[in-house]
């Protein structure tokens, strides 16, 4: 299965996920301004592997850094830290991560051997920054594999499956957060049929979904966005899976644009509509999903998509959010790796994360 984002040999390379499927290319990041385009640019993309890039790019971002002392050593990360978080506003994965990597720093510091020469402290301080980034890509790929099984708990086998943008291996450290039941049905001949919404306007269901799933010999039929409402009326789909790039503590799930309208659908047709989040992707600090800042991107994404041919008349104005909001009453259950929680999502989100 293929890793959208790398650590070898101290060297942070990641897929170029707007190459694909025509390219399979890794690029390496360097610089806080290499890591920030590349979040930006959609280069690595989908909430929790923002957040495993984001944390080994402000590590190696800070590597080579021979600040004189702590002080300017945590000021020159802060700024790096501040920085990366710009490069997107939606994914909460992206802060969640950074901000663990700013507690981590002032940890090591304390568990830093003050006797001895800072120098050493500080290749201590940063190994241990390394560490962490490394653990949350292993929880990261931990996590999918129980979201995995939770998330098969709720499908059987044959079933015909619809699915929004791209939750797959891609969009994580591995196995994807939707995707990953699918490819667990896979090995235990579940016969899944997925059909893959295209995902306009930067196609990641027709790009990265369909292309993940077929290389992996799973049955994967490709359908434009606007088809979705006639294969759930012919019966072809007996329940959607989406993933999530910020849930609120009432249960409204930001996904991809295009999502709240697939399970406004799913409810019509009566068919269940789960959003698998992972518990870095839930944000029990934003109240609903009327406090999610929704990215708004370049309207050349719909007017040319990334090719130089224009689809459309050139300077037609254009409104380009990139995630919609799915109101919480249209969620069946929310499948996270702790297991599957139902509503009311104000109560049980908060016992799942809190325990109360
Ligand atoms: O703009 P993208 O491609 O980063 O959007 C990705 C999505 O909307 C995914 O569904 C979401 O990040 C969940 S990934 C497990």
């Not at 369909?210 to 799973?218: F, H, I, K, M, T």
Request: hydrophobic share 40%.
């Amino acid at each position: 299965m293929i890793t959208p984002v790398k650590m070898e040999d101290s060297r942070l390379w990641i897929l170029d996920q707007s190459l694909l499927p025509g390219q399979e290319h890794y690029i390496e990041l360097r610089t806080k301004e290499e890591i920030w385009a590349a979040i930006k640019k959609l280069q690595v993309r989908g909430a929790p592997a923002i957040g495993v890039a984001a944390a080994y790019g402000l590590y190696r971002a800070v590597r080579d850094l021979e600040s004189a002392n702590f002080q300017d050593f945590a000021r020159d990360f802060h700024w790096a830290k501040e920085y990366i978080a710009t490069a997107r506003p939606t994914a909460v994965n992206l802060f969640w991560a950074l901000e663990r990597m700013e507690e981590r720093l002032y940890q090591l510091r304390e568990q830093a051997d003050a006797e001895t020469p800072w120098e050493e402290q500080r290749a201590f301080i940063k190994e241990g920054l390394f560490q962490e980034a490394d653990a949350i890509r292993r929880e990261d790929e931990q996590s999918c594999l129980a979201m995995g099984e939770h998330g098969l708990s709720l499908l059987k086998k044959g079933m015909g499956i619809l699915t929004h943008c791209n939750a797959g291996t891609l969009a994580t450290a591995k196995y994807g957060t939707c995707l990953a039941p699918i490819y667990l049905g896979q090995e235990r001949g579940y016969q899944f049929r997925v059909y893959a919404d295209e995902t306009r306007p930067l196609l990641q269901g027709a790009r990265l979904t369909a292309w993940e799933l077929s290389r992996e010999g799973v049955d994967v039929t490709l359908i434009c966005d606007n088809m979705a409402s006639t294969v759930m009326k012919q019966g072809l789909i007996d329940a959607v899976v989406v993933g999530c790039d910020r849930m609120a503590a009432n249960g409204d799930g930001a996904n991809k644009i295009g999502t709240s309208g697939v399970a406004i659908l799913a409810k019509e047709y009566g068919i269940p509509f789960y959003m698998f989040a992972p518990t870095s992707t839930i944000d029990l600090d934003t109240a609903s999903g009327e406090e999610i800042v929704i990215e708004e991107r370049d309207g050349d994404e719909i007017r040319s998509l990334w090719y130089k041919r224009p689809m459309a008349p050139e300077g037609i104005k254009t409104y380009n959010p990139a995630f919609d909001v799915t109101d919480h009453e249209y969620i069946t259950a929310v499948v996270t790796e702790k297991g599957i929680v139902r509503p009311p999502y104000q109560d049980s989100l908060r016992e799942l994360i809190h325990g109360i």
